[in-house]
């Protein structure tokens, strides 16, 4: 198994997976359903998930069949979001049939679903492992207690501005939501006793820290680094934009080299690097000391929307 799992996908109904090094795909897996909306690789590499419409198809990669190993269903719209757990043991997805469910790894069916009322756009899970935060076109932040099976927090920080992306801190302080105008909100994640689902519980706060005007235009990803100190908006205008956490969200550097949108970026573990995946057919990584791409993926024939990257030590 290689110690490098990435892989990109989109509108041409192929996940691609590459030698990040040498820029060579190794091996391509046809997903003739629809189009892939998200990938994401199990912790232990063993998987890699893909979100079409209206369904979700687990695939081994130890194996060289194109065969999904398991397929879910029970959205009725496009997937826009799907995440492992820690342990690889479940799912999580959100989709536009204002839903997002769980499910477990090892065996088809959904196990719990929570109803956002609205298109949900992005869903991300908090290190904890028992929270969910999400995000709707109606411009709604939602977090879900899996423990209690109930929404426990809700704000809108614009109303009716869609929210596109949401990404939480390593260490479970700090949520980022971006927006179609443009714009990153910032809060820091506080407990406080509450009641959820009739339950008693330290219930999720959010206290505002920033206010950030990205991009003139839709952010379509934002992605806090695992060390804590970056801040990653993909935009609608072709760039890649760097945020300096620690010294108020200064711009730190804007990545260009993408001729379409930005729709996906992940981060290496060691957050020296970042990947980018473009409706332009390619798929950058970009080494952050410089700035610059030092490789670039060509072998979609259409948008690559999005993208996945595990090189974590196991």
């Not at 820690?86 to 088809?108: C, F, H, M, N």
């Not at 949401?166 to 910032?186: E, H, Q």
């Given at each position: 198994?290689?110690?490098?799992?990435?892989?990109?996908?989109g509108?041409?109904?192929?996940?691609?997976?590459?030698?990040?090094t040498?820029?060579?795909?190794y091996?391509?897996?046809?997903?003739?359903?629809?189009?892939?909306n998200?990938?994401?690789?199990?912790?232990?590499?063993?998987?890699i998930?893909?979100?079409?419409?209206?369904?979700?198809?687990?695939?081994?990669?130890n194996?060289?069949?194109?065969?999904?190993?398991?397929?879910f269903?029970g959205h009725?719209?496009?997937?826009?979001?799907?995440g492992?757990d820690k342990?690889?043991?479940?799912?999580?997805?959100?989709?536009?049939?204002?839903?997002?469910k769980?499910?477990?790894v090892?065996?088809?069916?959904?196990q719990?679903?929570?109803?956002?009322?609205?298109?949900?756009?992005?869903?991300?899970?908090h290190?904890?492992?028992?929270?969910?935060?999400?995000g709707?076109?109606h411009?709604?932040?939602?977090?879900?207690?899996?423990?209690a099976?109930?929404c426990?927090?809700?704000l809108?920080?614009?109303l009716?501005?869609?929210?596109?992306?949401?990404?939480?801190?390593?260490n479970?302080?700090?949520?980022?939501?971006?927006?179609?105008?443009?714009?990153?909100?910032?809060?820091?994640?506080?407990k406080?006793s509450?009641?959820?689902?009739?339950?008693?519980?330290l219930?999720?706060?959010?206290?505002p820290?920033?206010?950030?005007?990205?991009?003139?235009?839709y952010?379509?990803?934002?992605?806090?680094?695992?060390?804590m100190?970056?801040l990653?908006?993909?935009?609608?205008?072709?760039?890649?934009?760097?945020?300096?956490?620690?010294?108020?969200?200064?711009?730190?550097?804007?990545?260009?080299?993408?001729?379409r949108?930005?729709?996906?970026?992940?981060?290496?573990?060691?957050?020296?690097?970042?990947?980018?995946a473009?409706?332009?057919?390619?798929a950058?990584?970009?080494?952050?000391?410089s700035?610059?791409?030092?490789?670039?993926?060509?072998?979609?024939s259409?948008?690559?929307?999005?993208?996945?990257?595990?090189d974590?030590a196991?």
């Amino acid at each position: 198994m290689p110690s490098v799992v990435f892989a990109t996908s989109g509108y041409d109904q192929y996940i691609r997976l590459w030698e990040a090094t040498s820029g060579i795909c190794y091996r391509s897996i046809a997903f003739p359903d629809s189009q892939i909306n998200k990938l994401d690789i199990s912790p232990d590499k063993s998987c890699i998930a893909a979100a079409g419409n209206p369904n979700v198809q687990l695939f081994d990669l130890n194996s060289g069949s194109d065969k999904p190993t398991c397929v879910f269903e029970g959205h009725n719209g496009n997937v826009t979001s799907l995440g492992f757990d820690k342990g690889g043991q479940w799912l999580y997805t959100g989709s536009e049939d204002g839903l997002i469910k769980i499910w477990d790894v090892r065996a088809p069916g959904c196990q719990r679903e929570f109803e956002s009322r609205a298109a949900v756009n992005t869903v991300a899970l908090h290190p904890n492992q028992t929270e969910l935060v999400s995000g709707d076109q109606h411009g709604n932040i939602r977090v879900w207690d899996l423990a209690a099976n109930a929404c426990s927090c809700e704000l809108v920080p614009e109303l009716n501005t869609a929210v596109r992306s949401v990404s939480i801190s390593l260490n479970g302080t700090m949520v980022v939501a971006a927006n179609n105008n443009g714009v990153c909100y910032v809060w820091k994640l506080m407990k406080r006793s509450g009641s959820v689902g009739g339950l008693t519980t330290l219930a999720t706060h959010f206290e505002p820290h920033a206010k950030l005007q990205a991009h003139d235009t839709y952010v379509l990803k934002c992605l806090l680094s695992p060390d804590m100190r970056v801040l990653a908006t993909a935009s609608a205008d072709c760039t890649v934009r760097l945020w300096n956490v620690g010294g108020g969200f200064q711009l730190v550097q804007t990545l260009t080299g993408h001729s379409r949108w930005v729709w996906d970026c992940v981060f290496s573990v060691d957050a020296a690097y970042l990947v980018t995946a473009s409706s332009d057919t390619t798929a950058k990584l970009w080494e952050l000391a410089s700035g610059e791409p030092i490789r670039t993926y060509s072998g979609h024939s259409k948008a690559v929307v999005c993208c996945a990257l595990n090189d974590s030590a196991l």
